[in-house]
């Protein structure tokens, strides 16, 4: 069976401050990968074209292990507006099978 791309949960949202469409605030989060998961360069420009000025940080697998650290910032403070968009960016690299490939090329 195929080890998936979750979200495993975030911490309060930090540093509030007002910009001209609401709040906004940065989420610490993680997400639980497979070891080998490539996707994090993917994940992240696809919000940076989703969310234009908000910004998604994916961190490397550490010593193996599949937690991922993320960092959201100037986003709403929403958090399942945010888990919902993360689940719906990741279904849709998920099912991108160029992804992959793409990546591979750039290396």
């Known amino acids: 069976m195929e080890e998936r791309v979750t979200l495993e949960g975030f911490d309060p949202p930090t540093n509030r401050r007002h910009g001209p469409d609401g709040d906004l605030v ?5 997400l639980h990968a497979p070891v080998d998961w490539t996707g994090g360069p993917h994940l992240e420009r696809a919000w940076r074209e989703k969310h ?3 910004r998604l940080g994916v961190g490397l697998a550490v010593a193996n292990n599949p937690r991922r650290h993320i960092l959201m910032t100037n ?3 929403d ?3 945010l888990r919902s968009e993360l689940e719906s960016l990741i279904a849709e690299l998920d099912n991108e099978p160029d992804a992959q490939s793409d990546l591979e090329d750039a290396q």
Not at 26 to 30: I, L, P, S, T
């Open 26 to 30: 940065d989420v610490k989060g993680w």
């Open 75 to 77: 986003v709403p403070p």
């Open 52 to 54: 234009g000025r908000s």
């Open 79 to 81: 958090i399942d507006f």
